[in-house]
């Protein structure tokens, strides 16, 4: 018994190597053993959309996600999520890297974020049509009716910036959008790309960027680890992307899939609003 024992607890210890050595070795090392790039996504529009007839999964982020795992030789995987699981995932092993997730004190305390931004948005809201609101105070009334996606960084901002307004939270993006069309809230907090594609969709209301207009910088999330090629990776490669102006040109591209003109449509660099 004791030698059967040896003997499967060996074979236990190889078939179970690789993924120790790639783990060991960090998230770079992972992923060139499995040949994969693991995103995370979840349903949000211009960043990830999943096609209800072929469950195909594309947008912004998935265009960004596809373009790095090319360069890395291997191929990317979309693993569905949600914006309040986004960080235990990771941690979890689940996926390996989130577009589009700002890197707010909370999850720097808990995953890792590159120094280099991946781009940047603003913060607007989808208001009835002839409303008055021009700054977020306007907004933030004991009977205006808010609808914003639950654990993301808007919903943290609006909690912090609205003490009148009635916050409504909805697991995601068109949950939200859905509760305004039917008049279950007055007005919905997204970054404006968001916004445009569902204004485009709706067709009722008006998007608005309240004033104070600030460019948010959004990132990428991954695990924290001793090893930092990959976050030095990927840092770098932000860097690179964002100068070649790649994500307004991944923006349009989606734009354009959704038959919406981009002309004058302020796009994810800052520089060039």
């Given at each position: 018994m004791k030698r059967r024992s040896l003997i499967l607890a060996t074979v236990a210890a190889l078939a179970t190597a690789p993924m120790a050595h790639a783990q060991s070795g960090g998230t770079m090392a992972q992923v060139k053993e499995s040949g994969e790039l693991r995103i995370g996504v979840a349903s949000a529009e211009p960043w990830f959309y999943k096609d209800p007839m072929s469950e195909e999964w594309t947008g912004v982020g998935v265009a960004m996600g596809k373009r790095m795992a090319d360069e890395l030789g291997v191929e990317m995987v979309p693993v569905e999520t949600s914006w309040a699981n986004a960080v235990a995932g990771l941690q979890a092993n689940q996926f390996?890297?989130?577009?589009?997730?700002?890197?707010?004190?909370?999850?720097?305390?808990?995953?890792?974020?590159?120094g280099n931004p991946l781009f940047y948005y603003a913060?607007?809201?989808?208001?009835?049509?002839?409303?008055?609101?021009?700054?977020?105070?306007?907004?933030?009334t004991p009977e205006t009716r808010v609808g914003v996606t639950l654990g993301t960084s808007l919903d943290r901002n609006i909690t912090e910036m609205m003490d009148e307004a009635q916050i409504n939270r909805f697991s995601t993006n068109d949950e939200a959008i859905a509760a305004f069309a039917a008049g279950r809230v007055?007005?919905?907090?997204?970054f404006?790309?968001?916004?445009?594609?569902q204004y485009a969709r709706l067709k009722?209301?008006?998007?608005?960027?309240?004033?104070?207009?600030?460019?948010?910088?959004?990132s990428a999330g991954m695990r924290q680890e001793d090893s930092t090629e990959f976050l030095n990776w990927v840092n770098a490669?932000?860097?690179?992307?964002?100068?070649?102006?790649?994500?307004?040109?991944?923006?349009?591209?989606?734009?354009?899939s959704k038959g919406i003109d981009a002309t004058g449509i302020p796009?994810?660099?800052k520089e060039d609003w």
């Open positions: 390996d890297i989130m577009f589009v997730l700002d890197p707010t004190e909370e999850r720097k305390n808990a995953l890792a974020f590159p913060m607007g809201a989808l208001v009835k049509e002839g409303s008055e609101a021009t700054n977020w105070d306007d907004l933030d007055d007005a919905v907090v997204q404006h790309p968001a916004l445009v594609v009722m209301g008006e998007v608005l960027l309240p004033e104070p207009v600030n460019p948010v910088a959004t490669t932000f860097a690179d992307l964002y100068a070649a102006g790649i994500p307004d040109e991944l923006f349009d591209e989606y734009l354009a796009g994810l660099i």
